[in-house]
């Protein structure tokens, strides 16, 4: 079983994720992971901590001679900014951040909770998926994600290659495939910034080249549209997840939803065995599993909860009306979360993949890959 666990605090020393259950004979490109984490610094509307941080990871256990050892990968991002020892208290709790809930749950303050909370946290979390999707690359398995909305804009995907797709993205200060629309966005987030308000969007993340059957119908938590889901959901401040058509899906008949199934003969040698979708409104799965098709992955982000013209709160020790509480933050991290979404939903990808091919070397899996492919052919 492929799965990981963070630590860390976000002014601690660093930030770490256990990856436990990672095959054995991959040669991990570290720079790879790094790209990963500089991205997810970036995209327009960040705020002053990612001026301090230059995230990289490195690897404290797991490897050796940058090979996977089949042993537990620890993987540990430094924090710069490293300042927790000498961070006091904060008694007026942020409305729509742990704050709150964090502390009374606790019986303790809010520093003790919004240290956890912060979305600084997602570094390790962009570490363990970086570092997943090298092993998806082995079998031609592809991820990306880019920004569709930013607040009100509504910017859309759009037809491509990944690696077409990629380029456009990489082109767009926030990360989105209309690069011609960037103005029009980096106003408004400077506008909305300038008010002292924080503004969400919708990321959208595309898996192309997977194989028929990752996932089960047979078990509520190993289906894995609902462990993408999990996985998205428990991303800072995600507030709904939609796979394929999602909310769209109840608004149309039977017919408009679901995609025919054809099968080209010549095509029997392809991952998809041969059978083909005109259409992908399912988002690549039926039942909890893979039908061959690209998995498409949306999910919504609200607005950043800390405000620099914060809303009206509570004073946790008098009990009398103050505004909430006010250090930095980004006015957008939009961009940032379509890094954190593509990279969560890369390792529940991976981790289907370890289930369904075992997780003991990149070696077995490969044949074991093949195997299942000529067996389904025969059939
Ligand atoms: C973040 C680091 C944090 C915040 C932000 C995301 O750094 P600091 O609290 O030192 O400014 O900028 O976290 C939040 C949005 C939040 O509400 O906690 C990061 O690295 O992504």
């Given at each position: 079983?492929?799965?990981?666990?963070t630590?860390?605090?976000?002014?601690?020393?660093?930030?770490?994720?256990?990856?436990d259950?990672?095959?054995?004979?991959?040669?991990?490109d570290?720079?790879?992971i790094?790209?990963?984490?500089?991205?997810?610094?970036?995209?327009?509307?960040?705020?002053?901590?990612?001026?301090i941080?230059?995230?990289?990871v490195?690897?404290?256990?797991?490897?050796?001679?940058?090979?996977?050892?089949g042993?537990?990968?620890?993987?540990?991002?430094?924090n710069?900014?490293?300042?927790?020892?000498?961070l006091?208290?904060?008694?007026?709790p942020?409305?729509?951040h742990?704050?709150?809930?964090?502390?009374?749950?606790?019986?303790?303050?809010?520093?003790?909770?919004?240290?956890?909370?912060?979305?600084?946290?997602?570094?390790?979390?962009?570490?363990?998926?970086?570092?997943?999707?090298?092993?998806?690359?082995?079998?031609?398995?592809?991820?990306?994600?880019?920004?569709?909305?930013?607040?009100p804009?509504?910017?859309?995907?759009?037809?491509?290659?990944l690696?077409e797709?990629?380029?456009?993205?990489?082109?767009s200060a926030?990360?989105?495939?209309?690069?011609?629309?960037?103005?029009e966005?980096?106003?408004?987030?400077?506008?909305?910034?300038?008010e002292?308000?924080?503004?969400?969007?919708?990321?959208?993340?595309?898996?192309?080249?997977?194989?028929?059957?990752?996932?089960t119908?047979?078990?509520?938590?190993?289906?894995?549209?609902?462990r993408?889901?999990?996985?998205?959901m428990?991303?800072?401040?995600?507030?709904?997840?939609?796979?394929?058509l999602?909310f769209?899906?109840?608004?149309?008949?039977?017919s408009?939803?679901?995609?025919?199934?054809h099968?080209?003969?010549?095509?029997?040698?392809?991952?998809?065995?041969?059978?083909a979708?005109?259409?992908?409104?399912a988002?690549g799965?039926?039942?909890?599993?893979?039908?061959?098709?690209?998995?498409?992955?949306r999910?919504a982000?609200k607005?950043?909860?800390t405000?620099?013209?914060?809303?009206?709160?509570?004073?946790?020790?008098?009990?009398?009306?103050?505004e909430?509480?006010?250090?930095?933050?980004?006015?957008?991290?939009?961009?940032?979360?379509?890094?954190?979404?593509?990279n969560?939903?890369?390792?529940?990808?991976?981790?289907?993949?370890?289930?369904?091919?075992?997780?003991?070397?990149?070696?077995?899996m490969?044949?074991?890959?093949?195997?299942?492919?000529d067996?389904?052919?025969?059939?």
């Open positions: 079983m492929l799965r990981y666990w630590a860390g605090e976000s002014h601690g020393p660093a930030l770490v994720a256990l990856v259950g990672f095959p054995a004979g991959l040669a991990v570290k720079a790879g790094d790209a990963e984490l500089v991205r997810r610094q970036g995209g327009y509307g960040r705020g002053g901590r990612q001026r941080e230059t995230d990289a490195t690897f404290l256990s797991g490897l050796w001679h940058g090979v996977t050892l042993s537990p990968l620890a993987l540990e991002v430094v710069k900014d490293a300042k927790l020892e000498r006091e208290e904060v008694e007026r942020r409305p729509g742990a704050d709150l809930p964090g502390a009374i749950k606790h019986l303790g303050g809010v520093r003790a909770v919004l240290e956890r909370a912060s979305a600084r946290e997602t570094a390790a979390r962009v570490a363990a998926g970086a570092l997943a999707r090298q092993l998806l690359a082995v079998f031609g398995i592809e991820v990306a994600g880019w920004v569709t909305e930013l607040g804009v509504r910017l859309g995907d759009r037809g491509g290659t690696a797709l990629r380029t456009i993205r990489d082109s926030i990360y989105s495939l209309h690069p011609q629309r960037d103005p966005v980096t106003d408004l987030i400077d506008r909305v910034g300038k002292g308000d924080t503004l969400g969007g919708v990321v959208e993340v595309r898996v192309d080249g997977l194989p028929i059957g990752l996932g119908h047979a078990q509520w938590d190993r289906k894995l549209d609902g993408i889901a999990q996985a998205v428990a991303v800072q401040a995600i507030k709904g997840v939609e796979i394929g999602g769209e899906a109840a608004r149309r008949r039977g408009q939803v679901h995609d025919a199934i099968y080209e003969a010549g095509e029997r040698g392809s991952a998809t065995l041969g059978f979708r005109p259409t992908n409104n988002g799965l039926e039942a909890g599993m893979t039908n061959g098709q690209p998995l498409v992955v999910a982000m607005p950043i909860s405000l620099r013209k914060p809303l009206e709160s509570v004073n946790l020790r008098t009990k009398e009306p103050e909430a509480a006010y250090e930095r933050s980004d006015v957008c991290a939009v961009s940032a979360a379509s890094v954190i979404v593509e969560v939903v890369a390792f529940e990808v991976a981790a289907a993949l370890v289930d369904k091919f075992g997780g003991d070397s990149v070696e077995e490969q044949a074991r890959w093949r195997l299942y492919h067996m389904a052919r025969a059939r």
